[in-house]
Antibody
Framework: EVQLLESGGGLVPPGGSLRLSCAAS????????MTWVRQAPGKGLDWVST????????YYADSVRGRFTISRDNSKNTLYLQLNSLRAEDTAIYYC????????????WGRGTLVTVSS | EIVLTQSPATLSLSPGERATLSCRAS??????LAWYQQKPGQAPRLLIY???NRATGIPPRFSGSGSGTDFTLTISSLEPEDFAAYYC??????????FGGGTKVEIK
């Protein structure tokens, strides 16, 4: 059974940093593109970042490029998102999602981890 | 960036009724459009991909249609568990991957 479990969220002041983790089970992380999607309180879904199968290619939303870094540790079957220079508008639930064989379709999602940026 | 516009924002229907949700793209996305369902406090769930393909385990009352810029998600007969928010998402031209603003299907 495919499972994704996010962790690492919390309360952080503006300008602070966090590292989110997404532990995958039931499949081999390195064989699929993986994506982070966020959802601000009461709002819709917002794509954040994708890492491709090879890990050679990473993609970011303009709003986070230069501040967030996506990576994966294949030996731990875990996806990461490093969040730096956090802003109030980054406050959201962050979901990790597994891609299907075709890129850009998300067939499994974790339950999410809440990041709150506030002083 | 491709903008997806969903309508209506809210759809008030009764169980057993047919639901028709719309998603319009600012430029053609061919058939590279997906639909997700999200219930309060839960993660999104993939319903339909590439406009008309049901994801694994999705009941046949859910169907998708359309191509180019106009797409429709139809729920043929609403079950109590179908009252939720629905989002469309395109993968035709990315980055960025983009989602629509959502349609909430509520009980009338």
């Amino acid at each position: 059974e495919v499972q994704l479990l996010e962790s690492g969220g919390g309360l952080v002041p503006p300008g602070g940093s966090l590292r989110l983790s997404c532990a995958a089970s039931g499949f081999t992380l390195s064989n699929y593109a993986m994506t982070w999607v966020r959802q601000a309180p009461g709002k819709g879904l917002d794509w954040v970042s994708t890492i491709t199968v090879s890990s050679g290619s990473t993609y970011y939303a303009d709003s986070v490029r230069g501040r967030f870094t996506i990576s994966r540790d294949n030996s731990k079957n875990t996806l990461y998102l490093q969040l730096n220079s956090l802003r109030a508008e980054d406050t959201a639930i962050y979901y990790c999602s597994k891609g299907m064989s075709a890129p850009g379709i998300f067939d499994y999602w974790g339950r999410g981890t809440l990041v709150t940026v506030s002083s | 960036e491709i903008v997806l516009t969903q309508s209506p924002a809210t759809l008030s229907l009764s169980p057993g009724e047919r639901a028709t949700l719309s998603c319009r793209a600012s430029q053609s996305v061919s058939s590279y459009l997906a639909w997700y369902q999200q219930k309060p406090g839960q993660a999104p769930r993939l319903l339909i991909y590439d406009a008309s393909n049901r994801a694994t385990g999705i009941p046949p009352r859910f169907s998708g249609s359309g191509s180019g810029t106009d797409f429709t998600l139809t729920i043929s007969s609403l079950e109590p568990e179908d009252f939720a928010a629905y989002y469309c998402q395109q993968r035709s031209n990315w980055p960025p991957l983009t989602f629509g603003g959502g349609t909430k299907v509520e009980i009338k």
